[in-house]
């Protein structure tokens, strides 16, 4: 059996059928005559399947094959895939099969909803919101859906036409998704592989899409599509921009060895880096119509097609550049070529960076600009550059992953001219405030700070990095505070000295800080007691006082509230805090003399003040009991009762009175 996809020749193209390059594949012994219909590579193997039908089996990275009859099973094969631990192969006849044994031995499965007549052409795997799943698409716009390969379901997508292929993927944005193409330019796209929603064609709308490659290139998603007329590519699945137009129909894609390679008519080949810019077309050394191609990790390529056509074709070894450029007019040292390794370029001392772009001699080469991946769009990479030598290193590594090449180039950056600049772009203090407010041409500043402030620190920036500064011939780093700097009362001069980056240039600036002297006032602004008012009337002048208080007030207090809050107070020889009241001070009857002492700020000025509290004395001539050693008054003792009778027995001869006063002040006589 053949494979007939249909096809409409384009008239304009970017090659034509005839224009072969050399070719540089190798035919193999696929052991069958059938039209292969689909080649994949996984788990160490590759496997391929005709319309026979046989399974072709590669251990040897494409070298020799083995083939089985599957005629008992199915009367065509049309793609493997290697996924979830598993292979699986699309076939005619709504069937699916699987292999747990590494293609050993396959078991196949009839679709359930599908007939004979919807042939699965392609299949896909993926995982949606951490659940696996298989999807296969096929005639008739079938789609057959499984979790594990082994067991499915299938159904019909009302609106499409046949499918063709499938793959997996993601959006601009990183959503997974499933995008499968066919007949009549035929896109539909799905996010749960459940539901399906048509795209716009991408061009012809009558053509027929053959088959859809997903890989990341740069960072970025890139769908490729080989069609009828040639091929498109996408970064989403949705919005498709023509980038290769022939007279040949190519059938198949995939991604492998570091590029999109697509396969067709005539056994034509054609590759590409990054799904836009396109190889001229080579030859896989067959004039047979290929459908699919396939690739290993590390060594070659096999694509297969029409009469059990299978090719093989080993991954470049090439690791040379054809070219290394550098921007802003300047170029390696000697002139380039390709077999010499070692460059050097010397540049001014403005330079701080140079791009650098190397061009590979095999475009599915890979380099890297001292670690960093070239990429494939701007093809350069920008490198930093320090005063003196700067080794920039590109690695070339082949197609093969294992060839490489290294040139290096020795960057000489001149330093620059010492710079002269010495002057300060900020000076602050920790305490007080510049006077003026500072300007770098400004040399001279003056500050004002309490008495209370005995130090400071001073923080100069310099304006340019590389200059030096002293303060009060310090060293102090640029931007940071200097130590603590003691302050007398009055003026103190602190210098500033910059030093420019040549040793040569200096600046000087001056801040004067004045701190204020210490304050004399020791005088009071009020002074009040708890009891009693003062006399006379409180006036800061007047520094004695007397306070009459009645014989009832045994205690009072004394509130001091000094003029300067600088100043301490002392009341009878007890600290006190200003505008507080004093401890509990006694007063005995008669007069008590309270002393409130005031000190300055400056330690030595005091002013004395002096209160009289004059305690009236008590008028209470009552007793508040009287006893007597013999007998018994009568009537009983009241204090307001002034005479009693006692009567005693004829033997007591004396007695005595005991009379205790009300007011401990009072005298009593008997």
Known sequence: MTFVLLFVSSGVGNFAKSAHAASSWTPRNSHTGGAFGGVAYGNGIFVAGDDSPNVVVSSDHGQTWTATDMSADTYALLTPLYAGGKWVFSSFGGKMFYSEDNAASWHGVSVP?????????????????????????????????????????????SGASNFRSVVYGSDQIGNPQFVAVGDSANIWIS??????????????????????????????????????????????GVSWAPRLSNAIALYGVSYA????????????????RDGVTWSDP??????????AVAGDANNRYVAVGDGGTLATKDYSKDSKLTALALDQGYSVSPAFASGTTGYS???????????????????????????????????????????????ITVTVTAQDGITQTVYTIDATRASAAPSTDATLSNLSLSQGTLTPGFA?????????????????????TANESHATVKVNNASVASGTA???????????????????????????YTVTVTRAAASTNALLSNLTTSQGSLSPTFSSGTHEYSVDVANSVSSLTVTPTVMDSTATVKVDGTTVASGSASASISLPVGSKEITVLVTAQDGTTQESYSLTVNRAASSNADLSNLTISSGTLDPVFAAGTPSYTVNVAHDVTDVTVTPTVYDPDATVTV
């Open 191 to 236: 996010h749960d592989g459940s539901t399906w929603n048509k795209q716009s064609p991408p061009g012809n709308s009558n053509e027929t899409i053959n088959m859809i490659a997903y890989a990341v290139v740069d960072g970025l998603p890139t769908y490729v599509i080989a069609t009828s007329s040639g091929i498109y590519q996408s970064a989403d």
């Open 113 to 157: 909803n599908l007939t004979p007549s919807d042939s699965l052409w392609g299949v896909a795997y993926g995982v949606i919101s951490g659940n696996p799943k298989y999807i296969a698409v096929g005639d008739n716009a079938s789609i057959a859906t499984s979790s594990d390969g082994k067991v499915w379901s299938g159904t019909h997508k």
């Open 440 to 460: 770098a041409g400004t040399p001279t500043y003056t500050a004002s700070v309490p008495y209370t402030t005995t130090s400071l620190t001073v923080t100069p």
């Open 482 to 508: 200097s130590s603590a700097i003691p302050l007398s009362v009055g003026p103190n001069p602190i210098t500033v000295d910059v030093t420019a980056q040549d040793g040569t240039t200096t600046k000087s």
């Open 282 to 291: 080579e030859n896989a050394n067959t004039s047979n119509t290929l459908y």
């Open 257 to 272: 060895g570091n590029q999109f390679i697509a396969v067709g008519d005539g056994g034509t080949v054609v590759t590409s």
């Open 345 to 391: 370029v010397s540049v001014g001392s403005g330079v701080s960076s140079l791009k650098v772009t190397p061009t590979v001699s095999d475009r599915a080469a890979k380099v890297q600009i001292n670690g960093t991946d070239v990429p494939m769009y701007s093809g350069f990479v920008s490198v930093p550059l320090n005063p003196g030598s700067n080794t």
